[in-house]
């Protein structure tokens, strides 16, 4: 069983800054990728950024050069540091892990992007 609890988000003018943590319990930390995703009104959930427990880090077209994704195994932590904002980064963003072949999601955290 995978545990993750997301924080960090809020409300941010254009330009501005936020960095979501997702903490996870339950199991061998290091060992599984971690995932953000992100859901706006109205729309499918879509995927924005990952970093696997060995070396390649991904990240959706929209969000390179300004999300940046990292980890720290000591505090079973993953962030996402979001640089440059923009209004249409206004989404619920949520945590993932899949983990021996199950999908773990957190509850989620709003980050609101004014213009």
């Known amino acids: 069983q995978v545990q993750l609890v997301e924080s960090g988000g809020g409300l941010v003018q254009a330009g501005g800054s936020l960095r979501l943590s997702c903490a996870a319990s339950?199991?061998?930390?290091?060992?599984?990728?971690v995932g953000w995703f992100r859901q706006a009104p109205g729309k499918e959930r879509e995927f924005v950024a990952s970093i696997p427990w060995s070396t390649s880090i991904y990240y959706a077209d929209s969000v390179k050069g300004r999300f940046t994704i990292s980890r720290d195994n000591a505090k079973n932590t993953v962030y996402l540091q979001m640089d440059s904002l923009k209004p249409e980064d206004t989404a619920v963003y949520y945590c993932?892990?899949?983990?021996?072949?199950?999908?773990?999601w957190g509850q989620g955290t709003q980050v609101t992007v004014s213009s």
């Open positions: 993932n892990a899949i983990v021996a072949g199950t999908n773990y």
């Open positions: 339950g199991r061998t930390f290091s060992r599984y990728a």
